[in-house]
């Protein structure tokens, strides 16, 4: 079998332009399907606009000479048979669904750059020892019914359908009726579960802004981080804003904002990669010449280290018990998630470097601070992800950019990656 070196007038920059601007015209092409108005996308799951992009990427697929198929939760596989094809395959992809009104390239990018790299591989190299699948997942952002992950969820068996019963959408719709009325969820359709997949790679735009600042091609991703919610309840005493004097109140607000200042302060002192958001306030009575009698906040808590963020997470938990106490208020907290970092498998993020420097792409290895579905095939194989620029670091968003240069380089990377690891040395030494 020819090396991918030896292939005449191919060098790196050539081909990742080729990918580049093949990326660019399937994503335009993609957006299509629950674009709107606004310029943004809007594909929930189980919607028409989902259920018509799946069938136009099997379509897509089944021209590149895939073996495609769905499975009952609504995951789309487009399989390249290798030569050993009991041998456990290599996977890569992402998620098809969107938030609403979203960008064009969340989940979207590392489905179309999976397609163009591995179509290329098959053109060139033909058919890998291990075979490669490429998937495009049923759901990731939890932006129709109250469930994340449903898609990479079902695949590693941490959602069964006992999950979903009695689970509505906004507009009352039970999460099962969407499923059927899209075409999914039958008993005789494939069981989504799956104990045959030797590794997962996804290639995913930042959705953050460190890429760009640093000019950077490639974010090697060394883990995804570790997520404690918390909602913060306090309790003081309504009372009039006039005829009460400063020290003799229990405002729960004014109680409230030294927490958050607390916590805004610690995490800043603390230092990267950690961070701390306090996202949902809200007050009783809210009225403007009441003394708030409760407050309630939300905290959310990031970090890659379990130790250090539950370690983080004690220590305001403590102060703001302290800060309660001194203002005369009581506080109640509940953690309502606990996700533990994801690391992502060393000898992956290590071949992921070296092809970077082989070929002379700048690259950092960084945390994810965004939840994705690696993090959820990382529990059950070993599993990479790599990221390239977003502009602004915008994301969710109509205003979502990466240049066709950085998508390219991105496709570029992946091919390298599939090809070490379903054709060439990788696959022959086990590098996994």
């Excluded at 220590?315 to 109640?332: H, L, P």
């Amino acid at each position: 079998m020819e090396t991918w070196s030896e292939l005449p007038g191919e060098g790196a920059a050539e081909l990742a332009a080729s990918f580049g601007r093949e990326a660019e015209q399937l994503l335009n092409w993609l957006s299509g399907y629950g674009a709107d108005p606004q310029g943004g996308v809007t594909r929930l799951l189980y919607s028409d606009s989902w259920a018509e992009a799946q069938l136009a990427l099997a379509e897509r697929m089944k021209r590149a000479g895939f073996a495609v198929s769905f499975d009952r939760a609504g995951n789309l596989f487009g399989r390249l048979e290798g030569e050993d094809c009991d041998a456990p395959a290599i996977m890569t992809g992402s998620h098809i669904d969107t938030v609403a009104s979203g960008g064009r390239y969340d989940g979207a990018y590392g489905i179309i750059a999976a397609l163009l790299a591995v179509e290329h591989l098959q053109r060139r190299f033909g058919k890998p020892r291990r075979s490669i699948e490429v998937i495009a997942l049923a759901e990731e952002e939890g932006s129709r019914f109250p469930m994340t992950y449903w898609g990479s969820g079902s695949i590693a068996g941490l959602y069964h359908e006992g999950h979903i019963e009695g689970m509505r959408d906004s507009t009352g719709i039970e999460f099962r009726q969407a499923m059927k009325s899209a075409g999914f969820g039958k008993p005789e359709q494939k069981d989504c579960r799956r104990s045959d997949i030797a590794l997962f790679v996804e290639l995913h735009i930042e959705q953050g802004i460190v890429l760009e600042r640093e000019s950077t091609s490639i974010g090697i991703v060394e883990a995804i981080v570790g997520q404690k919610r918390f909602a913060i309840q306090i309790t003081g005493e309504a009372n009039h804003a006039g005829t009460t004097p400063m020290r003799m109140r229990k405002d729960a607000l004014a109680a409230a904002a030294e927490m958050i200042r607390a916590v805004r302060q610690s995490a800043t002192l603390h230092g990267a990669p950690l961070v701390a958001t306090v996202g949902r306030l809200e007050l009783e009575p809210n009225v403007p010449n009441v003394i708030p009698g409760k407050a309630a906040f939300t905290v959310d808590v990031r970090h890659d280290d379990e130790n250090v963020l539950g370690d983080f997470c004690s220590r305001m938990i403590s102060e703001f018990k302290e800060i309660a106490d001194y203002n005369g208020v009581a506080m109640a907290h509940s953690l309502w998630m606990d996700v533990k970092p994801a690391p992502m498998h060393p000898a992956l993020t290590d071949l992921t470097e070296t092809i970077c420097r082989e070929h002379r792409l700048s690259y950092k290895r960084m945390v994810s601070g965004a939840g994705h579905d690696a993090q959820v095939f990382q529990r059950m194989c070993p599993t990479a992800m790599v990221f390239v620029p977003s502009r602004g670091g915008i994301s969710h968003s109509p205003l979502e950019y990466t240049s066709p240069d950085d998508l390219g380089r991105g496709v570029y990377v992946l091919g390298r990656m599939l090809y070490q690891l379903g054709y060439a040395e990788a696959y022959k030494g086990g590098v996994v």
